[in-house]
């Protein structure tokens, strides 16, 4: 049971930033919100997590409401490698579990 | 290696047959993940190890699915009596954890299964 939603595809122009935004309204206090990205035929690469402040590293930055029921995940400067497939995830710990909770993902197309 | 390994990167079978899919996972990593990814959608969990047990198996579909790991590395996901709504890619993932530590999954390149 997806515990994200995310508009099921985004376009957007190289060297624009991407703005992709995604909804957990059900997070429990304790569940991390980590953003991956799939490129077509690949494994899914780590991109960015966050519990509630927001967080940068050289990929991106991902931004977390105040309630944590929504969160953005943002490329600075999108490039032509940057179209894939982005998935919005709730991961889920305890301690007899650990699982990321997938959502359908978002299709960003980076055109020139 | 560098990675998250697995093997075979493509197999084709026969419903009704049994097949193995193997996952290394990256050394001094202490759990390890399968997923499921059918073709157009989103990954679905499978099962979770810490160390050589698997506390969470609530994803696995039906007692057909069977997953172990050995020694805390190599993991084996069976798959018996192959149906053709199995096909699918299967991925591994691993993961350092500690108390404390929220690391990040690696994933695989995954087991592209196909059932005829």
């Known amino acids: 049971d997806a515990k994200t939603t995310q508009p099921p595809s985004m376009d957007c122009a190289e060297g624009r930033a991407a703005n992709l935004p995604c909804n957990h309204s059900?997070?429990?206090?304790?569940?991390?919100v980590y953003w991956y990205r799939q490129i077509h035929s690949q494994g899914p690469q780590y991109i960015i997590h966050?519990?509630?402040n927001n967080e940068t590293n050289e990929m991106a930055s991902l931004i977390i409401t105040e309630d944590r029921k929504s969160s953005t995940l943002i490329l600075p400067h999108a490039t032509l490698r940057d179209t894939a497939v982005y998935y919005c995830?709730?991961?889920?710990?305890?301690?007899?579990?650990?699982?990321?909770?997938f959502g359908t993902g978002t299709r960003l197309q980076v055109f020139p | 290696g560098a990675g998250v390994s697995q093997s075979p990167s493509n197999k084709v079978t026969e419903k009704g047959k049994d097949v193995e899919l193997r996952c290394d996972p990256i050394?001094?990593?202490?759990?390890l993940y399968w997923y499921r990814q059918s073709l157009g959608q989103g990954l679905e969990f499978l099962i979770y190890?810490?160390?050589?047990?698997?506390?969470?198996k609530s994803g696995l579909p039906s007692d057909r699915f069977s997953a172990e790991r050995t020694g805390g590395s190599v993991s084996t996901l069976t798959i018996q009596r192959t149906q053709q709504e199995d096909s699918a890619v299967y991925l591994c993932?691993?993961?350092?954890?500690?108390?404390?530590?929220?690391?990040?999954?690696?994933f695989g390149e995954g087991s592209r299964l196909t059932v005829l």
């Open positions: 993932a691993s993961s350092f954890l500690g108390v404390l530590n929220t690391g990040e999954l690696f």
């Open positions: 995830i709730v991961r889920s710990r305890s301690y007899n579990t650990d699982k990321l909770i």
């Open positions: 190890f810490q160390g050589n047990s698997a506390p969470d």
């Open positions: 059900t997070i429990s206090g304790n569940e991390y």
């Open positions: 966050g519990l509630k």
């Open positions: 050394s001094g990593h202490t759990a």
